[in-house]
């Protein structure tokens, strides 16, 4: 019965590994009501202790995958002064006419799930789970003693391309890191990166000719990072640039850069509804234009902290993204991309490798798919520091090392994700104001994302699953909460 009821156990931990936290429940019920076993049995009885919350957690995760359609089939997109878009979805047979309540051009239902089938959930290059990587092409380059802000010049992005392909052990994505100055042309760059680093790499084509976009056509370790909507309407001057990468047919990174409560609502459930909405919409349009190009969901939710700059030293910044992740991993299944690991210090000090150090750390601790920024990155994205680079590529090998020895029968960790059924209604209201900031919701939620991390701090408190790090990662939620 012993050797039956761990067996048992173990499947339980796959099932919860596949987000089947209700099957599993069933299994760890059994082997309660009939294994004798002391040893099963607690692990077990700790695992009911969080199986109820993923279970609430994951019906949270749907409502947001389905209100997310919703908002595309009843608010809509404000595509009416963008004729490309407009054009291509009438033809299409996409828009709702029907529709006399939608505030935008709504979506018909049918056709949005026709083209989420088209979308492939496999991605060939995929370089697993929890994979952290470089970019976030800041605009400036940290040069150790200088304070002059500048972007990268050819002779550096080689020095940069060179010591990524030195740490490949360690780097999923090589991301665009930095802009270039006119010494180099990012097609340049682009091929830099092809030179040294044999993994996945990103890089934007906007700017790019059309011989030069089409360098990443048929290529699987290449994605072509690219955006078309934000606050519900497109950006006028990415809707050429968009349609020509779908075009071409380059593997697709759709990259939707909100901020609670200033270009979205400001409750997380309704945050992250929009933004799943947003980058499902450019699916839409890249599937219309070329049926089955490859798409990578790369919401990457963003907060703001109390002065209103971007706080990416906040675990309410790695939180959010961690939830944007099981959306994709629970509930949709699209390859995925997230933030993280960066911090908004804009200078290279023991507390910049901290925040990215605890940010990484967390987002592996619930599991992620790819996260771009994770090393190098300073000043919210503002700046990438060679220096800073090398050391998070250090930290990240340790930290590595100690997750590697943890004990495979944990299981999944709740975030305990706050629910808002007032998510869709938000929206809406936001949408009608013409901004988040003048919605009653966005006010009515202004310590949400507070009264989250208090939460998962509690739990932490009670619960260790990681004793090695749990003091530094309570750390950061105590510092940010």
């Known amino acids: ?83 490309s878009l407009l054009a291509l979805l009438m033809e299409a047979d996409a828009v709702n006419f029907d529709n006399e309540t939608a505030l935008f051009i709504p979506l018909k239902r049918e056709y949005i799930d026709h083209c989420l089938e088209r979308t492939p959930r496999k991605m060939a290059g995929d370089p697993g789970e929890n994979t952290f990587g470089i970019g976030a092409t800041s605009p400036f380059l940290k040069r150790a003693g200088e304070d002059e802000l500048r ?21 999923g994505i090589f991301s665009l890191p930095v802009a270039c100055d006119m010494s180099i042309s990012l097609f340049e760059v682009a091929q830099l990166m092809e030179k040294n680093f044999p993994g996945l790499k990103m890089i934007t084509t906007n700017t790019m000719s059309d011989d030069e976009a089409a360098f990443l056509k048929g ?51 309704a945050f992250l509804t929009q933004v799943h909405a947003q980058v499902i919409f450019m699916m839409v349009i890249a599937q219309t234009v070329n049926p ?45 991309a997230q933030t993280g690991g960066s911090t908004s210090l804009s200078e290279v ?7 990215s150090e605890l940010s990484r750390n967390t987002l592996r601790k619930y599991g992620v798919h790819i996260v771009r920024h994770a090393m190098g990155a300073l000043g919210s994205l503002n700046f990438f520091s060679l220096d800073k680079f090398l050391e998070d590529c250090d930290r990240e090998r340790h930290s590595r090392r100690i997750f590697e020895a943890m004990p495979r029968d944990i299981g999944v960790i709740p975030t305990y994700f706050p629910g808002d059924d007032q998510a869709l209604e938000g929206i809406r209201e936001a949408a009608e104001k013409g901004n988040p900031k003048n919605a009653d919701h966005t006010l009515k939620n202004a310590g949400s994302f507070i009264h989250w991390m208090a939460r998962i701090r509690d739990a932490a408190q009670k619960k260790q699953y990681f004793p090695e790090l749990n003091d530094i990662v309570l750390e950061a939620i105590n510092s940010g909460g």
């Not at 703001?304 to 971007?310: K, N, S, T, W």
């Not at 994709?328 to 390859?335: C, D, K, L, Q, R």
């Open 151 to 171: 972007q990268a010049n050819r002779e550096e992005y080689k020095k940069i391309a060179s010591a990524v392909g030195e740490q490949q052990d360690v780097v």
């Open 1 to 83: 019965m012993s050797r039956q009821a761990f067996e048992a156990f173990k499947k339980g931990i796959a099932l919860e590994k596949e987000a089947q936290f209700k099957k599993a429940k069933a299994l760890y019920e059994d082997i309660l009501r009939y294994a004798d076993d002391e040893a099963v049995l607690e692990k077990t009885r700790r695992r009911m202790e969080d199986i109820d919350d993923l279970i609430a957690e994951k019906a949270i995760y749907r409502r947001i995958d389905e209100n997310a359609k919703r908002v595309l089939t009843e608010i809509g997109v404000n595509i009416a002064g963008s004729p």
């Open 292 to 336: 089955g190009i490859a798409c990578v969901h790369c919401g990457i939710p963003s907060v703001v902290g109390a002065d209103g700059a971007l706080a990416y030293s906040s675990p309410q910044q790695t939180l959010i993204n961690a939830a944007m992740a099981r959306i994709n991993s629970w509930i949709a299944h699209f390859p995925s």
């Open 219 to 269: 290529k699987d370790q290449w994605l072509d990072g690219t955006s078309l909507i934000t606050s519900l309407g497109p950006m006028d001057n990415m809707v050429e640039p968009f349609l020509r990468s779908a075009r071409i047919g380059n593997n697709l990174l759709l990259i939707d850069q909100s901020i609670a409560g200033v270009s979205a609502p400001g409750s997380p459930e």
């Open 349 to 355: 000090t023991p507390q910049a490798f901290l925040d």
